[in-house]
């Protein structure tokens, strides 16, 4: 483990001084095994053995640990154990054979606005109800962190991915790199209650457990562009609605963003900068695809 700490700082740019900020060892079956233990109404036991006398760890099969048995999840050979305020943890770790990747199913694009978290191009809408939620709950609160956060993968886990083979993302990477003092400070404190990071590393998870490819792409004009004609104009956009000044089309502006990033996603580029002008405004997505 420590290797792997200095070993770190060396393929990072601008190395410092490794810091051990989490008291956590993973170990593998050479120091323990896990047996069936039929006393005092316990399931199975873990037994940490590694030459100084054994411990016997008791526990029992749990709903939330039979949800991943059913799905063909088994226990791995390693386990994490680890220490906190709250006294000594013990993690078993699941694993499971990576699906290929999908070939055939359609593409969506996910665009993360600002009062909804997540709304999808083929009309999906997550989380809508929580911005009532936050301005309840206060303001840097971290019981109203947590309510949150519970209450948004809750809803995250209703997203339908059933013949999806490739959800379009928004690469918000570098997003506010270079605007520092830029966005009010209330603004950011509400887009914190939307954990930007960690709902990319729930879908990266499930995706790769369902075998659904995710793509980046930059979110260049993606907010200002119709959907409907391809025209871009700054005009469209007036908060929550979106309307075209060239063509009429009407739509919620998050879904308007969602349709603009299928679109990348189906025409394989990154950025509607790279492409012609005409093209971006030829470009229909009212029924097929065909162009792609």
């Known amino acids: 483990q420590a290797k792997e700490t200095v070993r770190s700082q060396h393929k990072n740019p601008h190395p410092r001084m490794p810091k051990v900020h989490n008291k956590t060892v993973s170990l593998d079956s050479r120091f323990f095994r896990i047996e069936k233990f039929a006393k005092n109404g316990f399931d199975m036991c873990l037994i940490l053995c590694s030459g100084l006398p054994s411990i016997v760890v008791p526990f029992n099969w749990t709903k939330h640990t039979n949800k991943f048995r059913a799905k063909g999840w088994t226990l791995g050979s390693s386990i994490r154990i680890g220490l906190s305020e709250k006294g000594l943890w013990i993690e078993l770790i699941f694993e499971k054979a990576r699906p290929e990747l999908r070939t055939e199913g359609k593409v969506i694009g996910v665009d993360r606005g600002f009062n909804k978290p997540i709304v999808t191009s083929d009309g999906q809408v997550i989380g809508s109800d929580l911005k009532d939620q936050i301005k309840k709950q206060g303001k840097r609160k971290k019981t109203s962190h947590h309510h949150i956060k519970t209450e948004l993968f809750n809803r995250l886990k209703r997203l339908k991915l059933e013949g999806v083979k490739t959800l379009v993302l928004e690469d918000l990477r570098n997003i506010k790199r270079g605007k520092r003092g830029t966005f009010p400070r209330r603004l950011n404190r509400f887009l914190s209650f939307w954990l930007t990071a960690r709902v990319v590393s729930w879908l990266e998870q499930r995706c790769e457990e369902l075998g659904i490819r995710i793509v980046y792409v930059s979110a260049y004009k993606t907010s200002q562009r119709c959907s409907h004609c391809g025209k871009i104009d700054r005009k469209n956009r007036r908060g929550e609605r979106f309307k075209c000044v060239h063509c009429g089309y009407e739509a919620d502006a998050d879904y308007n963003a969602s349709r603009n990033l299928e679109y990348l996603g189906l ?26």
């Open 267 to 292: 025409a394989g580029v990154y950025s509607l900068r790279v492409l012609k002008t005409s093209d971006v405004e030829d470009f229909s997505l009212k029924e097929d695809f065909s162009l792609c």
